[in-house]
Every structure is written in structure tokens, then in C-alpha cells.
Nanobody, 126 residues
Framework: VQLVESGGGMVQPGGSLRLSCAAS????????MTWVRQAPGKGPEWVLS????????YYADSVKGRFTISRDNAKNTLYLQMNSLKPEDTALYYC????????????????????WGQGTQVTVSS
């Protein structure tokens, strides 16, 4: 399994960037996918998820209305369109494959992220 992010860079506040995540080594269309970011000195923050078919998306409140997640299963690629960028969006952005694991003691399913890319840096600064 390999996930390779690209498209990061430095942009001024209010600007836009489009990140890509090229997937290989597994059946991409069978898995939900996620973008996670980590700002300097902070822990990882879940940002957005998309289901395997691309019909359902989930957004953190911090990016709702500004970021869009999408996927092209024919190209095995995940995307993150980021608009109206703010300095607080500065982070290392990772794509990750999401799986569900059932815990019999609670009777619930929980999300886990079993494969991650190497990350791409996004810096928002004037």
C-alpha cells in the first residue's frame, strides 16, 4: 500500500491550493479515505473524510464551507480543494486509508487509519 500526497506549498491568506493523494497497492474504490493535518506543536487533527464511492463526505467545522474533498476512483486519486485559506490552516497534510474495526466488548465499530502518506506541507502566510 502506498499513498503519496502532492500539491502543498506556500500561499497567502485567502488563497487556494489543491492537494492530491495518489493511491496504489490496494483496491482504492473499496475504501473510505481521509485527510488529516498536523500543525506545528500540535497533535493530528481529522479534517475531512469521503466514503468509498464518493457520495458521502464529512467535514470538520473548522474547514466547512472552505475545503472540499473528492476522489476519482478511476485514477486512484484523492483530492483536497482548499479555498479561503487562513494562517491557522498551516500544517502538514496527510491522506490516510480508513478502516472500521468492531470491538465486541462495546458492540461498536470504530474508525482507524491504517495507512498514511508522507504528508505535504501547506503554509499560509503573508
Amino acid at each position: 500500500v502506498q499513498l503519496v500526497e502532492s500539491g502543498g506549498g506556500m500561499v497567502q491568506p485567502g488563497g487556494s491550493l489543491r492537494l492530491s493523494c495518489a493511491a496504489s497497492g490496494f483496491t482504492f474504490s473499496s475504501y473510505d479515505m481521509t485527510w488529516v493535518r498536523q500543525a506545528p506543536g500540535k497533535g493530528p487533527e481529522w479534517v475531512l473524510s469521503i466514503n468509498s464511492g464518493g457520495g458521502s463526505t464529512y467535514y470538520a467545522d473548522s474547514v466547512k464551507g472552505r475545503f472540499t474533498i473528492s476522489r476519482d476512483n478511476a485514477k486512484n486519486t484523492l483530492y483536497l480543494q482548499m479555498n479561503s485559506l487562513k494562517p491557522e490552516d498551516t500544517a502538514l497534510y496527510y491522506c490516510a486509508r480508513r478502516i472500521l474495526i468492531y470491538y465486541s466488548n462495546s458492540g461498536n465499530w470504530y474508525s482507524h487509519y491504517d495507512y498514511w502518506g508522507q504528508g505535504t506541507q501547506v503554509t499560509v502566510s503573508s
